[in-house]
C-alpha cells in the first residue's frame, strides 16, 4: 500500500510543487483535540509529500507513538522518526496516539484524496468514491487538479459528481446553484440520490428550481438506461434460449423426436466444462488457466454429441413414428442421466468460474453495466446459430438431413444411408445441447437438475417458432426473452412466467403451425 501511495505522491509532486512534513505538523496531527488534529491533517494534505503519506499510514493502522513532545512510528520492533526516516529510540513511557471514529475518518479521506494522483485507475477511482462520501470544501482544489490530470472518462464521471457533491454542500447559494446546473448531465444513480438528500434541506428558491430541474434531467437518463437494461437482460436470456433450443430445433423440429432428455444432454455439456476447468487447475500452469472455456467448448460439444449418439443408436432407431413410446424411454433415460451424474459428481451444484476475460462489464448510459459474460454468451449463441445454419443449408450432411426428414423413402433410393444420416443428426442436436450447457454454467452453478430448468422452455420456443423452423426458433426464443424481462419489471419473476405461457397457449390456439409454416404442396395449394 505504501508502494502505491509513493506512486501517487509522484504524480502529486509533478503537478504543484510539494510541502515537506514537519516535526510541529506531525505532532499537531498526533496529538492535541480532535478539531486541531483535523485542522493538522487538512494543512498537510494541502501539498503532500511522501512522508506525509507515510505518517498518515501508520496512524490509519495504529503505529504511531508519542513521548516528550515527539513523534515515532513503529515498524516491526523498531521506531522511526517520521520527518527524517531515521532510526530512533522509542522511549519507555511513549505512548500510543488513540484516534476515535471521527478522527479516523478524516485520515481514510485525506489518504483517499492523496490517491487521487496515483497510477492505478482503480486505486483512484476508490479514491473518488471516498471522497464522494465525505464532501469537505477544504478538498476542492485537490478534485479541482485530478480533474484536469485525468484521462479516463469514468473518473472523470466520478470526480464531477464528487466536485458537485462538495460545492453543493457549499454556504454559497450560487456555487450550489452551479452545481445543481451541473448535475443535469449526470446519468449516475448516485446523483439521483444526491439531488433528493440536498433538496430537502436546500433553504434557497433559486437553487431549489435548479435541483428540481436537474433532477428530473437525470430521472429520464436513468429511466432510457433501465428500458436498455431489460432489453439487454431480455437478449442474454434470449440468447440462452436459443442455444438450448436449438439442438431441439434438430432432434424435435427435423427429426420429430420428443427428446426429454434433451436437459441432461445439456447437463453434460456443463459437466464436461467443470471437468475441463479441473484439469487445467491441476496440471496447467495459473496464466493459462483463463482459456479452460476455449478448451471446453470442442470436449462439451463431443461428450453431449457422443451421448446422443448412443441415445439414438440404443434406443431412438426402434421408436421413430412412435411419439409417445418415446417420450416416455427418453424421460425415463434423463432420469438415469442424473441419477449417474449424482453418483460420480455429488448431488451438490458445482461451481464453474468464468476466466478473468470474463470478469467485469463494459459501463454505457452512465450507469448501465453489461456484464462481460453476458456480452460473449449473446456472441456465442450468434456463431453457433451461424454455424447450424451454414451446416445444414450449404453441407453434404445438412442436404442428407433434410432429404430423410421431408422423405425418408426417396432419400433411400438416391442412395443416402437413412439409418447414418439420423445417427449424424441426433448427434449434432445432442452436442449443440452441450454447448448450450458449456454457456450456462458461465451464469449460474452447475448440478445434476440443471436442464429441468429450461427443457419446457426450449419446447416452447422450437413450437411458438415453428417446428423445422431455423429462423422461428431465432425470433421465439429473442422475443420470449425481451417479453419476460419487460414483464418481470411490471409484475415480478413468477406472474411473468404465467403470462409467458398464456400468451404461448393462446398463440398456438390461433396459430398452430407457430411463426413460420413450412411450406408444402398443401399449404400452397
Same mark, same amino acid.
Given at each position: 500500500?505504501?508502494?502505491?501511495?509513493?506512486?501517487?505522491l509522484f504524480c502529486v509532486l509533478l503537478a504543484a510543487s510539494a510541502h515537506a512534513l514537519t516535526a510541529d505538523e506531525a505532532l499537531g496531527i498526533a496529538t492535541g483535540d480532535t478539531d486541531a488534529r483535523i485542522e493538522a491533517v487538512g494543512k498537510a494534505v494541502a501539498q503532500p509529500d511522501a512522508k506525509t503519506a507515510e505518517f498518515l499510514q501508520a496512524l490509519a493502522e495504529d503505529r504511531v507513538k508519542t513521548a516528550g513532545g515527539k513523534v515515532f512510528v513503529v515498524q516491526g520492533e523498531k521506531a522511526i522518526d517520521p520527518v527524517t526516516g531515521a532510526a530512533a529510540s522509542l522511549p519507555s513511557d511513549a505512548e500510543d496516539v488513540i484516534s476515535n471514529n471521527r478522527m479516523r475518518g478524516e485520515i481514510d479521506t485525506a489518504l483517499a484524496a492523496i490517491r487521487l494522483f496515483s497510477?492505478?485507475?482503480?486505486? @483512484?477511482?476508490?479514491? *473518488?468514491?471516498? $471522497? %464522494?462520501? !465525505? #464532501? +469537505?470544501? /477544504?478538498?476542492?482544489?485537490?478534485?479541482?487538479? &485530478? =480533474?484536469?490530470?485525468?484521462?479516463?472518462?469514468?473518473?472523470?464521471?466520478?470526480?464531477?459528481?464528487?466536485?458537485?457533491?462538495?460545492?453543493?454542500?457549499?454556504?454559497?447559494?450560487?456555487?450550489?446553484?452551479?452545481?445543481?446546473?451541473?448535475?443535469?448531465?449526470?446519468?449516475?444513480?448516485?446523483? @439521483?440520490?444526491?439531488? *433528493?438528500?440536498? $433538496? %430537502?434541506? !436546500? #433553504? +434557497?428558491? /433559486?437553487?431549489?428550481?435548479?435541483?428540481?430541474? &436537474? =433532477?428530473?434531467?437525470?430521472?429520464?437518463?436513468?429511466?432510457?438506461?433501465?428500458?436498455?437494461?431489460?432489453?439487454?437482460?431480455?437478449?442474454?436470456l434470449g440468447s440462452i434460449l436459443l442455444l438450448v433450443a436449438l439442438g431441439l430445433?434438430?432432434?424435435?423440429?427435423?427429426?420429430?423426436?420428443?427428446?426429454?432428455?434433451?436437459?441432461?444432454?445439456?447437463?453434460?455439456?456443463?459437466?464436461?466444462?467443470?471437468?475441463?476447468?479441473?484439469l487445467f487447475q491441476r496440471y496447467l500452469p495459473a496464466e493459462v488457466f483463463g482459456w479452460y472455456l476455449v478448451a471446453a467448448v470442442p470436449v462439451a460439444f463431443g461428450a453431449s454429441a457422443l451421448m446422443g449418439a448412443i441415445l439414438e443408436r440404443g434406443v431412438i432407431r426402434y421408436l421413430y413414428g412412435r411419439p409417445l413410446e418415446t417420450l416416455l424411454a427418453t424421460w425415463g433415460i434423463s432420469l438415469m442421466l442424473m441419477q449417474l451424474v449424482r453418483s460420480v459428481f455429488g448431488a451438490q451444484n458445482v461451481g464453474v468460474e468464468n476466466p478473468s476475460w470474463m470478469s467485469g462489464g463494459v459501463v454505457v448510459l452512465g450507469s448501465l453495466q453489461l456484464p462481460w459474460n453476458r456480452i460473449v454468451i449473446i456472441g456465442f449463441a450468434a456463431a453457433v446459430?451461424?454455424?447450424?445454419?451454414?451446416?445444414?443449408?450449404?453441407?453434404?450432411?445438412?442436404?442428407?438431413?433434410?432429404?430423410?426428414?421431408?422423405?425418408?423413402?426417396?432419400?433411400?433410393?438416391?442412395?443416402?444411408?437413412?439409418?447414418?444420416?439420423?445417427?449424424?443428426?441426433?448427434?449434432?442436436?445432442?452436442?449443440?445441447?452441450?454447448?448450450?450447457?458449456?454457456?450456462?454454467?458461465?451464469?449460474?452453478?452447475?448440478?445434476?437438475?440443471?436442464?429441468?430448468?429450461?427443457?419446457?422452455?426450449?419446447?416452447?420456443?422450437?413450437?411458438?417458432?415453428?417446428?423445422?423452423?431455423?429462423?422461428?426458433?431465432?425470433?421465439?426464443?429473442?422475443?420470449?426473452?425481451?417479453?419476460?424481462?419487460?414483464?418481470?419489471?411490471?409484475?415480478?419473476?413468477?406472474l411473468a412466467k404465467i403470462a409467458v405461457l398464456v400468451f404461448i397457449v393462446v398463440f398456438i390456439q390461433k396459430r398452430p403451425q407457430g411463426l413460420f409454416a413450412v411450406k408444402g404442396r398443401s399449404a400452397e395449394a
Open positions: 500500500m505504501i508502494k502505491n501511495l509513493l506512486s501517487a497510477p492505478d485507475a482503480s486505486q @483512484r477511482a476508490q479514491a *473518488v468514491r471516498a $471522497l %464522494a462520501g !465525505e #464532501p +469537505d470544501e /477544504a478538498r476542492l482544489p485537490m478534485i479541482e487538479k &485530478a =480533474l484536469q490530470a485525468e484521462t479516463d472518462g469514468a473518473i472523470r464521471q466520478q470526480l464531477e459528481l464528487a466536485r458537485a457533491a462538495i460545492l453543493l454542500a457549499s454556504e454559497d447559494p450560487a456555487k450550489r446553484l452551479a452545481a445543481a446546473r451541473a448535475l443535469a448531465d449526470s446519468r449516475s444513480p448516485a446523483t @439521483r440520490t444526491l439531488l *433528493v438528500e440536498k $433538496l %430537502a434541506s !436546500e #433553504p +434557497d428558491r /433559486a437553487v431549489q428550481a435548479a435541483m428540481r430541474a &436537474a =433532477l428530473r434531467s437525470v430521472e429520464s437518463s436513468l429511466a432510457w438506461a433501465e428500458r436498455a437494461g431489460q432489453v439487454f437482460s431480455g437478449i442474454s430445433a434438430i432432434t424435435y423440429g427435423l427429426m420429430g423426436v420428443i427428446n426429454m432428455a434433451h436437459g441432461e444432454l445439456m447437463m453434460i455439456g456443463a459437466y464436461a466444462t467443470y471437468v475441463v476447468q479441473g446459430l451461424a454455424g447450424m445454419a451454414f451446416l445444414i443449408a450449404r453441407t453434404r450432411l445438412g442436404l442428407f438431413v433434410r432429404g430423410v426428414t421431408q422423405n425418408r423413402s426417396i432419400a433411400s433410393c438416391m442412395g443416402v444411408n437413412t439409418a447414418r444420416t439420423d445417427t449424424l443428426a441426433f448427434a449434432l442436436g445432442s452436442g449443440i445441447a452441450g454447448l448450450a450447457g458449456c454457456a450456462l454454467s458461465q451464469v449460474g452453478n452447475v448440478g445434476p437438475d440443471l436442464g429441468q430448468a429450461y427443457i419446457v422452455d426450449a419446447f416452447m420456443v422450437v413450437v411458438l417458432g415453428g417446428v423445422g423452423q431455423l429462423a422461428g426458433t431465432v425470433y421465439a426464443a429473442l422475443g420470449l426473452g425481451i417479453l419476460n424481462k419487460f414483464l418481470e419489471g411490471w409484475a415480478g419473476a413468477v
